[in-house]
Structure formats: C-alpha cells, structure tokens
C-alpha cells in the first residue's frame, strides 16, 4: 500500500512536471488560451459560448489559418471558479499567448494585474471592469465592443424611448435585480448617475449565487412596489428563476429588460411560454444568417468537426463566442500587418488590438456584415462603440425590437471611467500612459 | 411520537405568533415611513413563504430518513436529487412518457442506494460519524460528475404539466386579494402528500417497523433478528425516491442543471431547526424556515441592503437552537459519563 | 536501519518533551526545511510556485487552524470560509487605513480580529453540539460572507465589491504583495511564515491548553468534572482556530489570488479545508500540511494527466471524471485509513524503526 502510494506520488508529480514544464510545441502556431467553463453551476451558459469560440477557431484554421498562420487554441475548465481561473491563466499563459478571455467578471479582476505583468492582453468581452477601458491605465485590457456602463445607459436610453423622451422618466421607478457579486453590481454606479440626472427612483433587488431563491425578491417587485420597469444582470440558472418568478406575480415580460448576458435561449426556454415578451439587450447577431457562420456550418459541423451539437449555432451564446473568436483573429490579423505573418507574442498582438478598426469593408471580408457594428480601437479608448441594441423573446427566436442605440459616452460614462481608472491608478501606484 | 395533546399548544401559539410579528410591523410602519405594511401582503408573503417551506422540507426529509436509520449526515441529499431529475428529464427526453420516466428514475435510485450500501456503508460501519459524513460527500462529487457526464450540463426543461399561472385567492377581504403561486400550492400538496405516505409507511407495515426500530437502537434491532443491511438499503432507496420527488418541483421550477445540487443547504437550517430525527419536525421545520425568512427579506431586508434570506435560516435556526439543542422535535440528548 | 533511535538517551526533561525527540527527525526536518526554502525557489517553475505551492501553504495554514478546533477540540465548523474572509478583508481595511503599517503585523492583526469574530460565533457551541454546531456554524459561513458582500465599506467603496492587494514589502526592495512581487519572494515569505506559525500550533496543543482542548474532545462532561472549564476551553480553541484561519484568508486574498471577493470565500472554501483536516488526519498538525498537500494537487494532477493522456478530449468530459475520481477517492480513503495520512506516517515510522530486522 505505502510503496504503490509513493511509486503513484512519484509518478503523479513527474507527469504534472513534465505536463508544465515541457516547452510548448514549435512557435509556426499562433496560440490562443481560453478559460472557459463546461463544469459548475453556470456550465450551461459557458458551453455554448465555448463551443462557438472553439468552431470559429476551426473555421479559419479550415480557410488557411490567419495569413497562413494556424490557430492553435487550448481551453481550460475554470468551473467560473476564481481560483480555479488563476491556476488555468498560469498553466496556460505564455509570452506567446495571443489573448485571455476570462469569460467571468470576477476572474477578470483577478487576472489583469497578472496578465499585465505578463505582457498578454486581456479581451473581456461584454463584462469585466469597466474602468479597464481607459487604455491609459489598463494598456493590457481591452472591454469592447460595450462594457456594463453602457449596457446600463443603452437600456435606460431604451425605456425612455419607450416612455417617451428622458423628461418622460421623472417619478417612473426602475428596479435593477442583481447577480450579488462583482459582475452584478457594475452597472449600480451608473444607474445612480442616471436615476439623479433624469429623476428616476431606482430600486435595487439583490440576488444570493446561484439564484434559485427569488421568491421574495419577486413579491416585493410584483406586489409592493410595482416599478415601471425592471433591469436584470443575471447569469446561469438566475436568469430563468427570475423569468419565472415575474410571470408568478404577473409582471408585464415586456417591462423586464436583461443586460446581454441575460438574453439567451437557455435563459427563456425554460420558462417556455411565460417568457414571451421578455427583452434583453445584446451587440451582435443572432442565427446562422451569416457567411462566417455559415462557414462554420459548412467547414467545421458538417466535416463532423463541431464542438458542439448543430442546433445550437446561431443561439445568441454561441454567436457571441463566434464574435469573441472574430475579435481575437482580427486583432492577430491587425498585430500580423505591423510585425510579419508568423506567430507573435502577446505584447505584439496587444498593438494589435490597440490599432484595430474593423470598418464596414472589412465586416464584408469577415463574413460578419449585419453581426456587428464597426469597432475602432484607440490607445485610450478600449471600449470601442459601446453600441448595443434590444431584442425580445417571441417564445421561439429572438427578434430585435430596437435599433442600435449609442450610449451617452461622452458626456457620462466616459468620465466616470476615467475617474474610475485614475482611482485605481493612485490605489496601485501606476503612472498613467500618455496617448498622445 | 408526538401525543395529540402535545399539538394543541401549536394552535394557540401559532397565530399568535403570526398575528404579533404583523402587529410589530404595522407599529413600525406607522413609526418608520419607509417601511411598507399591509396585511394582505404580509398574509401573501407568509403563504408564499409556507409553500416554499414545505419544498424545502421536501429536501429535508430525505436528510432526516437517513440519519434516523443510520446516523449519517448525507451531504449528497441535493446531488440526489440533481441526479434523479436529470435521469427522469434525459428519459423524457427519449420519448419516455413521464410516469414511466418516474417509474424508472426510481428504479435508478434504489439501484444507487444498494450500491452506495455496497461500496461506501458497509466497509465504513461503526466508523466516527465525521468520517461518514465525509463520504457522503464523496459521493456527492460523484453523483454530480456522473449525473452531468451521462446526461450533459446544458438546462433541461422539466414539465409535467403542474399549471403555473397566478391565482388570487380571498379578494373579498384584502384589497387585490392574495397573489398564491398555483405551482407552489401543487408542489406543497404534493410534499404533503407525499409526508402522509411517508407517515403511513413508517407506522403501519412491517418494514416500517423494523425501521423505527433500527432508528431506536442498532444493536437491539439486530438481536431481534431484523437485517440491517437491507433496512439501510431500503431507507436509502425511499431517501432517494424522496430526493427524486423533491428533484422534479424544483426542476420544474427552474430547469434541471447543476445548481440544484445547491438546495440541499437550503435543507440544512430547516433540519437543526426540526431536528435530525424527526419527520414531522421536518415540516414544521421547513414551513417556520420558509415562512421565517420570506418575511424577514421583504420587510427587513431593504433596511440592509437585501439578499438576508441566507443567512436569516441559519440565524433563526441558531435562535431555536440556543433553547433547545437537540432542534424542536428531536431526540433528546442524554450524556452519560 | 538508518532509522533507529537506540542510543540516543535523553538526560534531562526538555529533551524528553521536545517536539522531535530522535535525532533523525531533526536532521530530516532540517533538510527538508533546507530544500524548501533553497532548492524549490531556484528549481520550481512560477507555475508551481504561483499555483500550487502558495497556495499549498495558505491552505496548509487554514487546515491548521480548523484542525486545532475540529481536530484537537472536537468542534465541527463549517464556517471556515467566513473566517478566512474576515481575515482577508480586516488585513485589507488594515492595510489600506494604516499604509505604513508592516505587512506581517497586518496579518497577524488580522488574525486577531478574526479571533474576536470567532469568540463571538463560537459562544452556541457551549450548548450546541456535533452536526447541530456544524451547521450552526453554516450561520456564521453565510452571515460573514454576506457582510462582506453588502457593506461598501469593507471594499472602500469599490463599486464592484473586489479588493486588491496594495503593494508592500517585507523587507526594503522585497514585495511580497501587489504587482511587482515575485512568486519566489512569496513563496519563501509564506514558508518562513507558515513555518513559524505550524510551531506555535504545534506548542500550544503540547501545553496545558491543547490538553485541556482535547479533555473536552474527547468527552467533555468528564473534562468538566476533572476541573476544565469548557467556557474557557472551547472558546480559546474558537479564537485561536479562528486566528489561524483569519491569517490564512488574509494570505490567500493578498499572496496567493491578489484580488478578491467576499464570494470566494463561500461555502466550498469550508468543505475544501475540511476535507483537509479529515483526510490529512484529525488532531495532528502534520496531517494538515499532508491533507493541504492531497488536496489542491489532487484536482490539478488529474486534470493536468488526462490532458497529458489525451490532448483532444474535452474540458467538459475532464471535470465530470475529475469530480468523480476526486468523489472516489475521498471515499476510498476513508475506507483504506479512517486516520489519515497523518497515520500513514506513523505506521511508515514504526516500520521504518524496525526495518530491514523482524524484531
């Protein structure tokens, strides 16, 4: 027993060594880690944003690679675990490593001191720190296409078309329910900001991890205060608990806007029939009406390649892992035109990610045209457009019910950022970068 | 067992209860303006917390049968019943109709009980009962890996037809009536239905007598000729159709995936409240804990900063506890030197 | 052979009652410590350094703590996550109130106000006791973590509820926290600290306290009536339990992850260090370093295998069989030693003594 334990110890200790230590395959391949989750409680919102991240991998890799230059991309389950996510970053970061997509706010934070010290950029897409799009003080973060400031404003700017103008908002009550955690108490600030500017009375309803009690939450909304409209930052099984609550105290669905991470199909199927008219927010396309997408369709599931079951591309998870995968290449693409077509380092791809502009020409090229909206990178500006639009539930599909609305970045969020960055600039004793 | 007698003082003392926590609000309303009372609503919360109370004893239940015959704490009670609901939910999903998927899924669960007696009971008998517990939560990894190995981890619908829509009830007395979640009242009569087998089962067949007997005293069972082994077989197979049962309301509630697991420590303050080893505690337990904390987050809650229903079981539980150690109707402690 | 202790004769009571009494666990403890402390830094790697080492030794020091109370005391908490909070956000408050404060003394103020915290929660147990305390202590698990999580204050008002390590040094030039430091920096920091500490354990449950923990551990009507108070005795093992712990959250939130939320101290952090105590052994301070070992490798080794076995298999398909053969494994050792590897040990020490001879 004691021998057999130390020989299985010994042993153990010598494939974890050689599994980390080994240098990593020749540098021909442009390498992309992924945290992703496909364990835990939030594993069924994790898979399908893998699974397209993944099929957009193999799609190009299928066309050639990135001017010839193959993608060779490695995940690690982090079971949307933060210590879990720290130990993958380590185990999976390399100076060659072209981007880390945390894909959970909370590793997020854990991560962009590490990663900047490392030199790899972090692409947070849709969630994150805020503050890490001044570009300033986060050179190694980047947060577009939207962070959860604008989610925030894009969807008040909604309501108040709805209502009837900004001025319409006086006296209304909003109520924000709320994942208790990082991720769910972004958009506070700026929902306070905006509750003082336009008179708005904004309740807030937070939700204990996972999120299937919301029972009381609900009662209060739906039987006592009665907002005019409710905001969700939800995730994982808390979005359909919620779905389902507000349909139990008879809340209007189409009253009930969620941030972009709360607007998927496995976040109102479900609820089946009580979700329809439920809305959310989001930046990108939904199904398979793309030429990329169709490609992946056509390169990677039909050649039996896919990660994932077919049915599932286009769903508004998987097309957003699609358009994280899109962000990184054409970054790689953009870092490849400054310093040669081959393999790069991170720090090589973080220009890259600082010079990007995906313009309508080169959407048309990506076969992403209609998916989403033109993004331009500046060295101080990591957000981009900030852009996202509304779409609603209609019990089969998602049907976009807005146009893309702009959030007011210039005159409220970006301020806010870069305060909000300058304050974590004195807290850790960094000397903001000049952009000029 | 309880005498008949001994429920006579829950009937006064119960809507006093009720009826002076509601008089302390109405006071602090009329002292607080902030502070929203109505009695309707105070009525609505309450129901809405009893309904939710007797789901959690559902859960609960499961917990007490066990260690009523064994003495285990059984931390894998909520991967249980993730792993029953994902069963009968991925026989559904095959076309199965779902009495039939009920009927199977059951029939899955006693097969892990005689396997968990098998493997993980029989070589630990007479071990420390932390020893025990730990291994319960050794299975309860392995039912979570297993359950999401077989079936994935994607969100599964669960319907069996339970009707959802919102019911008011008594609009005559309170104005707007009283909102009661039609899915919450099937759910709670199920549990209760489902207690009053339990009940039956325990008091008038043979092997639910060997079972008490069991629960009573190991050793003596054992002379008298009764076969532990198979009495822990079956009390962990009823353990396990329980934890399918309360595996399917909340499924239905919320779509069967991982986090189900997670309602077991929703179980565990309404278990110290009622105490390990009894059923009826169990309930009175979970409509106190359900009640309790529904009540405590929509009045007080907004005072300090919401989402206190977590920690507000546990409180209220340890409040019980400081009178009496053993939980309201558990077994008393007698310590000998 | 080389192990024997024949001809060691201890002429006075200090050398009776020393820790380690034979002369070849002293120069094995030394090596050891030796290549610790100078061979791991220059040979490991930062990814053993930064994501099992560190950690290894802040857990090592949380299963300490919950050993002298579960192990030593006969407490059963669940509540260690909430304490390991404590610590983390009262070093934070300290750290960011008093810049000029020495870290060190910062954790171990930390420590104490944990200590506090854990008096407080540990006042039910006078009456509660076995699985009624333990989740009685879920109370405190949920009630800390909640405070942490709702009052802004705890975070200065960070809008996001995450705290970040400010950077400080140990000694001038050497940071130990924040950006600049480097894993090798903390690794020997941690070692030296925890090092320090494990013989302040290791002391206390050999003088009059630690006995008198153990009197009640092992049944606490008789303990009363022989003379020790179980007032006196099961709070001072809540409140120097909780100091251990307290320090050992403080660790994990400014050495180990460097920012950190009130939720990762949730309940699995509690399991996670329990699992520690249970599998390491009860009641031994080894056992906690050994316990800490198995359990942050064990799920890494495993994972980190099957990629190695198979590259092309899916990270869902990794987790689920790492549940399950961490689940497995739990179980089986329970079965094969009730004790722990701390008693493996000391089975593997008794043999060693007799070894190559029979008699």
């Not at chain 1, 955690?181 to 008179?199: F, N, Q, R, V, W």
């Not at chain 2, 981890?153 to 009830?169: C, E, Q, T, Y």
């Not at chain 3, 006075?12 to 100078?38: E, H, N, W």
């Not at chain 3, 800390?144 to 000694?171: D, T």
Request: charged content about 15%; overall charge neutral.
């Amino acid at each position: 027993m004691k021998l057999k334990t130390l020989g299985l110890a010994a042993a153990g200790a010598a494939v974890l060594f050689a599994a980390t230590v080994l240098p990593a395959t020749a540098q021909e391949k442009q390498f992309v880690p992924g945290l992703m989750y496909r364990s835990g409680p939030y594993a069924p919102n994790g898979v399908p944003f893998a699974n397209g991240l993944a099929d957009y991998f193999k799609m190009v890799n299928a066309k050639g690679g990135i001017n010839g230059v193959q993608i060779e991309y490695e995940e690690c389950d982090t079971a949307y675990n933060n210590d879990r996510g720290v130990e993958c970053y380590e185990r999976l970061k390399k100076p060659g490593a072209a981007a880390i997509t945390p894909l959970s706010t909370g590793i997020t934070y854990a991560l962009i001191d590490r990663a900047t010290a490392d030199k790899i950029p972090v692409l947070s897409m849709g969630y994150g720190r805020t503050a890490g799009s001044d570009g300033t003080v986060f050179p190694y973060v980047f947060t577009l296409p939207a962070t959860y400031w604008s989610g925030a404003d894009v969807i008040v700017n909604h309501i108040a078309q709805n209502e009837g103008g900004y001025d319409k908002l006086k006296g209304k009550k909003i109520a924000l329910v709320y994942h208790d955690s990082a991720y769910g108490k972004e958009p506070i600030g700026t929902l306070e900001a905006l509750a003082a500017a336009h008179g708005f009375e904004l309740s807030l309803f937070p939700v204990a991890h996972p999120g299937l009690e919301q029972k009381a939450t609900w009662l209060q909304i739906g039987r006592q205060l009665r907002p005019d409209w409710v905001l969700m930052w939800g995730w994982g099984v808390m979005n359909s608990t919620a779905i389902k609550e507000a349909a139990a105290v008879a809340y209007p669905m189409d009253h009930f806007i969620g941030i972009w991470w709360s607007g998927s199909e496995q976040d109102v199927t479900p609820a089946g029939d009580q979700a329809k008219g439920y809305k959310s927010a989001n930046f990108h396309g939904t199904g398979t009406d793309y030429p990329a997408i169709k490609d992946i369709i056509k390169l990677v599931q039909d050649a039996g390649n896919g990660t994932g079951p077919r049915d599932e591309v286009g769903t508004v998870l998987y097309n957003r892992g699609v358009m994280n995968g899109a962000i990184i290449v054409e970054a790689i693409r953009t870092a490849q035109d400054k310093y040669g077509k081959k393999a790069l380092l991170g720090e090589q791809i973080r220009d890259g990610f600082e010079a990007l502009n995906i313009d309508a020409a080169r959407l048309e090229a990506m076969g992403l045209t209609g998916f989403m909206e033109p993004i331009k990178i500046t060295c101080a500006d990591h957000e981009g457009t900030g852009r996202a639009f509304i779409q609603q539930w209609d019990g089969k599909g998602w049907n976009k019910v807005s146009d893309w609305i702009e959030p007011n970045r210039a005159g409220l969020l970006r301020p806010m950022i870069v305060e909000a960055a300058a304050a974590y600039a004195a807290e850790k004793g960094i000397k903001a970068r000049d952009c000029k | 067992m309880t005498a008949p007698r001994a429920f006579l003082p829950w009937l006064i003392a119960v809507p006093v209860a009720i009826g002076s926590i509601g008089l302390l609000f109405q006071l602090l309303g009329g002292l607080v303006p902030s502070f929203f009372f109505a009695w309707g609503y105070y009525f609505e919360v309450l129901i809405a917390g009893l309904l939710q109370g007797v789901m959690y004893s559902l859960v609960a239940l499961g917990f007490v049968l066990i260690f009523k015959a064994s003495s285990i704490f059984n931390f894998a009670q909520g991967s249980m019943a993730l792993f029953a609901a994902l069963t009968m939910v991925g026989f559904m999903e095959m076309g199965v109709w779902w009495p039939f998927a009920f009927i199977i899924s059951a029939g899955v669960m006693v097969l892990v009980a005689v396997v968990i007696e098998r493997v993980v009971l029989r070589p630990l008998v007479n071990q420390d009962h932390i020893i025990l517990f730990m291994a319960t939560i050794g299975i309860f990894y392995i039912l979570d890996g297993l359950g999401q190995m077989l079936w994935g981890s994607d969100v599964k619908v669960l319907d069996i037809g339970i009707p959802r829509d919102p019911m008011f009830a008594l609009g005559a007395i309170f104005e707007g009536g009283i909102l009661i979640n039609q899915y919450d009242f099937v759910a709670a009569l199920t549990g209760g239905v489902l207690v009053a087998v339990l009940a039956v089962f325990f008091q008038y067949t043979r092997t639910g007598r060997a079972l008490r007997a069991v629960a009573d005293d190991h050793q003596a069972a054992l002379s008298v000729g009764i076969p532990l082994k198979t009495i822990w077989v079956i009390v962990w197979s009823v353990a396990g159709i329980v934890a399918l049962v309360a595996g399917i309301i909340w499924g239905g509630k919320a779509g069967v995936q991982f986090s189900l697991a997670l309602i077991a420590l929703k179980a565990l303050p309404v278990l110290i409240l009622g105490g390990f080893t009894s059923i009826p505690g169990a309930i009175i337990g979970g409509l106190i804990i359900g009640a309790g904390e529904q009540v405590a987050e929509v009045f007080l809650g907004h005072f300090v900063g919401g989402a206190i229903q977590d920690w507000f079981a546990y409180m209220l539980a340890l409040v019980f506890l400081v009178f009496r150690p053993q939980g309201l109707f558990g077994e008393r402690i007698i310590e000998r030197v | 052979m080389l192990y024997r202790e024949a001809g060691q004769f201890k002429t006075d009571y200090a050398a009776d009652q020393a820790i380690f009494p034979i002369l070849q666990d002293r120069i094995f403890l030394g090596l050891f410590l030796l290549l610790a402390l100078v061979a791991v830094p220059l040979l490991a790697n930062e990814y053993w350094l930064s994501t099992i080492l560190i950690p290894f030794l802040v857990f090592s020091l949380a299963a300490i703590g919950l050993n002298l109370l579960t192990g030593y005391c006969g407490q059963l908490s669940l509540g260690t996550g909430g304490f390991m909070a404590c610590g983390a956000f009262f070093a934070f408050k300290l750290a960011t109130a008093f810049p000029d404060l020495h870290i060190a003394v910062v954790f171990l103020l930390a420590g104490v106000g944990t200590a506090g915290v854990g008096i407080l929660f540990g006042i039910p147990s006078l009456r509660i006791k076995g699985f009624y305390l333990a989740v009685a202590t879920l109370a405190a698990q949920f009630f800390l973590v909640w405070v942490f999580n709702k009052f802004p204050w705890w975070v200065n008002y960070s809008s996001s509820g995450v705290i970040s390590a400010p950077a400080r040094e140990i000694v001038p030039g050497f940071f130990i926290t924040g950006t600049q430091a480097s894993p090798v920096t903390k690794y020997v920091f941690l070692l030296v600290f925890v090092a320090i500490l494990a013989l302040v354990a290791k002391n206390l449950v050999r003088g009059k306290m630690g006995r008198s923990w153990m009197a009640i551990r092992d049944m606490d009507i008789a303990a009363e009536i022989v003379g020790i108070r179980p007032l006196h005795a099961k709070l001072s093992a809540f409140a120097i339990s909780s100091f251990f712990i307290g320090i050992a959250g403080a660790l994990w939130a400014f050495i180990y992850t460097g920012s950190v939320e009130a939720l990762a101290f949730q309940i699995d952090r509690s399991f996670q260090v329990l699992f520690m105590i249970i599998i390491g052994g009860l009641g031994s301070i080894l056992g906690s370093f050994l316990g800490a070992a198995f359990i942050v490798l064990l799920p890494i080794f495993l994972n980190n295998t099957m990629l190695a076995v198979d590259p092309s298999i899916s990270t869902a398909i990794v987790s689920h069989i790492e549940f399950m053969i961490f689940g497995a494994l739990i179980i089986l050792f329970l079965i094969v030693e009730p004790h722990g590897l701390a008693r493996l040990w000391q089975i593997t020490k008794e043999k060693l003594r007799l070894w190559p001879f029979p008699y």
